[in-house]
């Protein structure tokens, strides 16, 4: 059985992903730079994103760094505005708390983090929470999910982190961690190949923490 779980969060806890692409291609528009998906998912997956794109392009470094700004801005535009719920988090963590104790790992800016979560209750399930600036190597390097044991003070053999994305899969799998990974169409196509439990939603989780027979469990197509 898992005593412990660290999740996730964008895209797991709230549908944030879209959006944050959304905010990059926004901003990469307003320079004339069409920032492509599937180029964009691929450089997720290694730690980078955007400005990849915008740098091949001979976007100047001054310019970039005025249109972060831009893309943060978007953003939190479309957090303030559109809907990023996913249905059955908050039934499917008070189940869990009544069997593990829980944690957030995000790559989220604190400031994002806090905006999302003015108004929900996710919070009131977790121990703790890292956003980026608690740890200083980002995933897919496995520091984050490090600082998450530590601060449990668990083992990895007795914890499970809750992904979404292939970058987050190889920060679990590089700190020795069980990762279940959640269906979610927008990172559909990255490679899980590493993952422990493939599921479909979040409810499968507690068949997962109770679980004795440690044999890996799937249920989506290979």
Not at 30 to 46: A, E, F, H, N, P
Not at 114 to 130: A, G, K, N, T, W
Request: glycine share 6%; charged share 30%; aromatic share 10%.
């Amino acid at each position: 059985m898992k005593k412990y779980i660290l999740f996730d969060h964008d895209g797991v806890l709230v549908d944030t992903e879209p959006w944050y692409f959304q905010a990059g291609r926004r901003a990469l528009a307003d320079i004339g730079v069409t920032l492509d998906k599937d180029r964009y998912l691929q450089d997720m997956s290694q730690g980078m994103g955007t400005w990849v794109q915008a740098r091949e392009a001979g976007i100047d470094e001054r310019v970039i760094s005025r249109q972060r700004e831009a893309r943060d801005a978007y953003y939190q535009e479309y957090l303030r505005t559109e809907a990023i719920e996913i249905d059955g988090v908050l039934e499917v963590l008070a189940e869990l708390s009544q069997y593990v104790r829980m944690a957030i790992v995000t790559t989220a800016k604190r400031v994002d983090f806090e905006l999302i979560h003015e108004h929900r209750q996710i919070r009131s399930f977790m121990d703790f929470v890292l956003v980026r600036e608690d740890y200083e190597r980002s995933k897919p390097h496995p520091e984050p999910y490090l600082t998450g044991l530590k601060r449990f003070g668990a083992t990895g053999e007795e914890t499970l982190v809750v992904e979404d994305s292939s970058r987050g899969l190889a920060s679990a799998v590089a700190a020795g961690i069980d990762c279940a990974v959640v269906r979610n169409g927008f990172t559909a196509t990255q490679d899980f190949s590493k993952a422990t439990y493939r599921i479909d939603i979040l409810g499968e989780l507690k068949d997962i923490v109770l679980r004795y027979d440690e044999r890996p469990y799937t249920n989506l197509a290979q």
